[in-house]
């Protein structure tokens, strides 16, 4: 005997409708804590160092997934990064034409290991390249809140 | 690991956040859904929107089951006989509630109920709230009956009983 | 039966508070490299990673384990995480003793972890996505319209008085005074407890643990292993986990047949027979009061109707015949949920090995029991461990 049965009338179909009523209200943890500070106060991009595994990571972490011991080094990184690669989105999260196309890209700050995935803006979309030399542009520093968008988008470098 | 150790963790407080000293980010989600309700509770739904109450019958363990459902989960068999209950029964457990979901107080509680109905298995439960009734006079043993919506209101939900009262 | 004997070997874990500036990684990487620290070992040295974490609706993060899992020692290891709800912090130590005693690990890291303070406007909101979307939560049904139906229902049963229950919190607030990461650590007296505020009749403000961001975290090894790390492992001796059904209302509310279940298991496999004789400490499920005598019961460590006698007469203190509770339960130190269950297995670790400073009992006790309960309320899971 089947468990399924085949309705006909799709008045007869029964859904109840609702939602999940919470929100959230995130911190940014100690190392994050400290990041958001040096992007807030002095448009500063931070990196975190693991002496044994020779790896910067960014955005900083309280201690080095590799080896598991703590990064105590904390470093500037600069403001200029590499496209490791990208997308250009045609269609907004609500599914209508985006005109223009955004330009998102995963961009890898020098001498680190990550980055962030970010808008790349002053750009056509048909010249982004992956390895395209990018720099963070930030918010005047009255604007900064101490999020990932105090950095408006990354742009092309000069060479 | 004596009262001596200094364990890790920092602890911050509500104000920290609002003043700004510690910073954070915001996330309003939108999850929305649309739960199907299943045959069994479809069905159920229906007969509320009728003014009845109805329960699933397992042909093995004899349970009539209120939830209904389409299997018994106790012995793992379909189950096919729809059954009416009757809209009336006895409380088997109750509180005396002043704390909404979201752990806000209100001053007049709420009398969150298990109520055995009429025509369904000892110890079959049925979650629902009890009304008309100073919360002191509670008790368990207490006779209750289903107050409906008028018909014309009913959509077939679980609030197409408003409450149980005394009888 | 073919398994590997195995041993907790190493224990850590955070401070309990009602708001951590941590994130879930950070506080899952304090609590694990206290652990691995305690017993000398390398993240290297870790064959796989368990998790237990209960609800993602707490931390705001789906797929929380593997969110916080580099933070976990889950850095390119086999890796998993589990949920049983407010059980998974105790069935955290049996997922982990399965890798170990199936053969496929040696060395398993255990870490357990909850932050419930992102979700507002409270936690406790969180719950309402457990419940049935159609039937009840239109209702506004929520945690605290249950858990006190089974407080009173569970007390009418027995004949117990509000008072009888509320040593429960006297006992476990002042033992959390001596432990390090305790939150809510005081001393009361009964009559403190039954006049606080009312929050869903019988349930009174003292009555209930708060809610908290934490991480706890062991390490499991295998009989080979364990002896060249220390020379007091201590055994899994036993372990027990059930499940009843999700209809709520069709259950016994006032006696959780689940957790009796998962505790025969427990006892069987750990060769128990006598429970109120072998077992020396116990670290049942306290969220609410009466939760631990009704577990205690449900455990068999007291008889049906007799625990609220046995607390009065101070047999459950630090220094009576089977001290329960002794780290301050969930009602003293605080209630992340995994990481507070995991906290009650790290404490039967300390106590057996001797090392939980001031709030060591007395008279060397050989085995100790941890449980935990959650869920939909449904699920029962206990761990028996010996040295």
């Not at chain 2, 008028?150 to 009262?165: L, Q």
């Not at chain 3, 368990?50 to 609706?57: F, I, L, W």
Request: charged letters at 25%; glycine letters at 8%.
């Amino acid at each position: 005997m089947s468990l399924l049965e085949r309705i006909s009338k799709n008045i007869q179909l029964r859904s109840w409708e609702g939602e999940f009523p919470v929100q959230y209200l995130y911190t940014f943890g100690v190392a994050g804590e400290r990041f958001f500070r040096q992007i807030k106060e002095n448009a500063k991009i931070l990196g975190a160092r693991c002496p044994q595994c020779q790896i910067t990571f960014v955005p900083p972490s309280l201690y080095c997934e590799r080896c598991f011991e703590r990064t105590e080094d904390w470093v500037e990184v600069g403001h200029k990064g590499e496209v490791y690669t990208f997308t250009v989105c045609y269609r907004g999260m609500d599914g209508l034409p985006k005109n223009p196309p955004s330009v998102l890209a995963l961009v890898k700050m020098l001498g680190a290991e990550g980055g962030f995935v970010h808008r790349i803006g002053e750009i056509d979309p048909q010249e982004i390249k992956i390895g395209m030399k990018v720099e963070a542009v930030f918010k005047p520093q009255a604007q900064r809140k101490g999020s990932i968008l105090d950095i408006q988008y990354f742009r092309p470098a000069e060479k | 690991m004596d009262k001596s150790v200094q364990l890790k963790g920092t602890a911050i407080r509500e104000s920290d956040i609002k003043e700004g000293k510690v910073l954070s980010t915001q996330w309003v989600p939108k999850a929305q859904y649309a739960w199907d309700t299943g045959v069994a509770i479809g069905r159920f739904l229906e007969e509320l929107k009728g003014g009845k109450i109805i329960g699933m019958k397992c042909a093995r363990c004899r349970r009539i089951m209120i939830p209904p459902r389409m299997f018994c989960e106790l012995c793992y068999q379909p189950c096919r006989e729809w059954v009416y209950l009757q809209d009336w029964g006895t409380v088997r457990s109750f509180c005396v509630s002043h704390l909404r979901w979201d752990a806000s107080r209100m001053k007049d509680p709420f009398l969150p109920s298990v109520i055995e109905l009429e025509g369904s298995t000892k110890g079959m439960g049925f979650f629902h709230l009890t009304g008309e009734i100073d919360p002191k006079d509670m008790k368990i043993g207490l006779k209750v009956k289903a107050v409906w919506k008028d018909a014309r209101e009913r959509t077939g939900a679980i609030t197409d009983i408003r409450y149980f009262k005394p009888v | 039966m073919g398994m590997r004997k195995v041993a907790v070997v190493g224990a850590g874990m955070t401070r309990f508070v009602r708001r951590a500036l941590e994130t879930p990684k950070e506080l899952a990487y304090e609590a694990a490299k206290m652990a691995l620290d305690s017993c000398e070992l390398k993240l290297k040295d870790v064959d796989g990673v368990v998790v237990g974490s209960a609800v993602d609706a707490f931390d705001g993060f789906h797929m929380k384990g593997e969110y916080l899992s580099d933070g976990a020692g889950g850095w390119r290891k086999p890796f998993i995480r589990h949920s049983v709800g407010g059980a998974t912090g105790v069935f955290s130590c049996i997922h982990g003793w399965m890798h170990v005693a199936s053969g496929l690990f040696d060395v398993c890291l255990v870490l357990a972890e909850e932050k419930m303070s992102p979700c507002q406007p409270h936690p406790q909101g969180a719950f309402l996505t457990v419940y049935d979307a159609i039937l009840e939560r239109p209702l506004g049904l929520n945690l605290t319209w249950i858990v006190p139906q089974e407080m009173n229902l569970y007390m009418i049963r027995n004949g117990y008085r509000s008072e009888d229950v509320a040593r429960v919190a006297v006992k476990n607030k002042r033992n959390a005074l001596d432990h390090p990461a305790a939150m809510m650590g005081e001393e009361l007296t009964v009559q403190d407890v039954v006049n606080s505020e009312v929050i869903s009749w019988p349930v009174h403000r003292l009555d209930i643990s708060g809610t908290a961001d934490g991480a706890t975290a062991v390490v499991l090894a295998s009989e080979e292993v364990a002896k060249r790390i220390t020379n007091k492992p201590v055994w899994v001796d036993g372990v027990g986990y059930n499940l009843d059904t999700w209809y709520w209302t069709s259950r016994d509310l006032a006696y959780p047949v689940y957790v009796e279940k998962a505790a025969r298991m427990a006892y069987e496999m750990a060769g128990i027979k006598e429970p109120q004789k072998e077992i020396h400490i116990a670290e049942p499920y306290d969220p609410f009061t009466f939760k631990e005598l009704q577990n205690l019961e449900a455990l068999l460590l007291a008889d049906q109707g007799k625990a609220a006698q046995l607390l009065a007469e101070r047999v459950f203190d630090r220094d009576g015949r089977m001290p329960v509770c002794p780290s301050g339960g969930l009602l003293g130190v605080g209630n992340p949920i995994a990481a507070a269950a995991l906290m009650k297995v790290a404490e039967v670790f300390w106590q057996l090995r001797g090392e939980a400073g001031k709030r060591q009992v007395p008279g060397n006790p050989k085995t100790g029991l941890a449980q935990a309960w959650g869920d939909m309320m449904q699920a029962g899971t206990v761990v028996i461990l010996k040295i």
